[in-house]
Structure formats: C-alpha cells, structure tokens
C-alpha cells in the first residue's frame, strides 16, 4: 500500500542549473563569453591548458586576493562552461575543489591563437578523467612547487619572478625521447637568473630509477649544449638520505658529472613543504656540508655553473618542432588586469 503519494520528481533534491552541453557548444554562447571574459580568465584557460588540473586554493594562490572573489569567479566559470570541477575522495575531512579546463574555455583558447579548436587537441573526455587518473596527485603536488613560487613573487614585498613555468606535458613533447622532467622553471631575484629542471618523487619510485635519470640528463645537456641544474623534492628527510646515496653513485658513474648539476630537498627541510625559493637545497655530491642554499643562491652551489642568458636559456625556439601547433608558455605571472575585473 502506498503511503506517501508526493510524485517522485517532487523527492528529489534540488538542482543547480546549468546550460545544457549543446548551450554551451553553441556560436551565440561563444560569442556571448568573448564580452564577459577577461583577461585573467583567459589567462586561466591556458594555466589549465598547460598544468592540466590546479586546485582552488592553487588558483588563488596565482591569481586572486582572496577566497571569496575567486570562488564567485570560478563559480562563473563553471556555470559557462569555461572550467569544469570535481573533488577527489578522502577518508578525513576533504579535498579543495579540482578545476579541469572544460569546453567553451578550450573553443576560446584555440580562437585566440587563430587555430581550429580540433588542432589544439583538446579532450573533455582526458580532461574530467583526470579525476580517476592515478598520477592526479603526483601532478597537483608538482604544480604546487610553482604555484607556491607565484604566490610569493605576488607578495607586496617580493624580491623574485618566477619567469617561465613549463609543465611535464611539454618537456615530454620536447625533450621525451631522452627524459621527461615533471616541469621546468626559471627564477629572477635580485639580479641573479637561475633555472632548474623539477624531479618530483612521491615516495613511490625506486630509488634506482630515479638515480637512473642522471644518465639521460647528461645526454640532454649534450645535445642541447646547455646545463641545467635538476633539483629533487622527496616528501621527507628519511627518503632524502637514501636516495642522495644513491644518487651520489650514479652521478659519480657519469662521463661527465659536471654535466648534470643536482640538488635535493624535502618536505622537512622547510617551514612551507613546497616553497622551492626557501634555503632548502643540498647539492648531491657535496657530502661533507650540511648548508642549505635558496633557489636564487644555487649558483653559488656550483660557481662554474654559467648563468642562462637570452642565447643559452631554454626557449620554445631551442626545441624541436611539435607535430600539432604548439601555443606559447603562458606567463607564469597574471596579467595586470584593472580591478574592475579582480572582482
């Protein structure tokens, strides 16, 4: 016997509304977003474009003032179709929210550069599966490095510039048939021009493996003619003394070990886990020192290391040529927007 004849559409819990996918695809609703998207919007987009996934509290960290501006903004972004979100599982409390490059954002990008939204290579489908993907917290930690970098740069008192940010995805395009760093970066302070290749481990690697790599980075320096320092991040001290052994040994078997500068750190060895410009880093075959030098000081770490200048730093130009239109590195910087659209 029924007890309850309240129809079954009237049970269900309410539903945010949001334009239907074929809304969101349509000419009218790009044409619609070219009036309301500004220029850190579009910014945003290719940050997306590039990292792949950025947390929201990473989201501020490179772009807002506060909180609730960029969760009103965000909140705008979904509802267009521009980024699209989701939030992992966690046994305690929860994880921020998770944004994914969606639909209308990739159209506009590709429009931006002149290119068909096909050439781009963009896959909704890639992109919200990135929620089940099993590197998604290797990939946000490793943006974290630089996301933490940008926040500090972004302080009213700030004395670096994080200048160029490459993500794993494009070294890969460009240096992966020899090896693949998780990213790239270059920092400005105080007069100094420092630049690194980023190792990540996670404490999920074999230590051999890792070690492995100097092999390949040397190879890299060889045929770029360029030498670049890896710094390692480990998520602590224990892991850091086991793999520093291990890769002493391997760094000692090389050619020429000069070749393959190398640094580590930990998520101990400072304050903030992920802050690379804190004096945190240890140059792997100096055993016998304790110091710990910042970012901006590494050169002090290796004084034969030279300096990248506009001719021997790592540029788009300095990489061969990508099989699909490769769009420019998005400046790791926000851009100079009018208040107006800070809100």
Known sequence: ?????????QLRSHRPERPVARVLNSAEHHAWLARHLTGRDRWLCRMLFEHHVL???????????GRRAANLRLRNLYQWGVVHRFQPHRDRGSHPMYYVLDTAGAVALARENGIDPKELGYSREREIGRAFSLQLAHTVGCNG???????????????????????AARCGRHWG????????????????????????????????????????????ADTTGITTPVLVWMPSAAR??????????????????????VATSSGDAAADPLDMAAPRWRRVDDLDSTGRAALADLPTLWPSLRAP????????????PS?????????????????????
């Open 240 to 261: 850091e003394a086991n793999a520093r052994k291990a890769l002493t040994e391997a760094l000692r078997a090389l050619d020429r070990p000069a070749r393959v500068p």
């Open 1 to 9: 016997m029924v007890s309850n004849p309240t129809p079954q559409r």
């Open 145 to 167: 490095l630089f996301t933490a970098l940008i926040r500090r740069a972004r302080q009213p008192d700030a004395a670096g510039m994080l200048a160029a940010w490459w993500s």
């Open 309 to 320: 200048t506009a001719s021997t730093a790592l540029t788009p130009s300095s990489a061969p």
């Open 177 to 220: 048939d020899i090896v693949t760093p998780d990213g790239y970066g270059r920092w400005q302070e105080n007069g100094r021009d420092v630049e690194w290749f980023v190792e990540f481990d996670f404490g999920t690697e074999q230590l051999s493996r890792l070690a492995g790599k100097l092999a390949r980075y040397e190879r890299l």
């Open 323 to 343: 099989l699909r239109p490769e769009l420019t590195p998005p400046p790791p910087m926000p851009p100079p927007d009018p208040s107006s659209q800070w809100r």
């Open 55 to 65: 947390t929201s509290t990473q989201i501020i960290d490179i772009a807002f003032t």
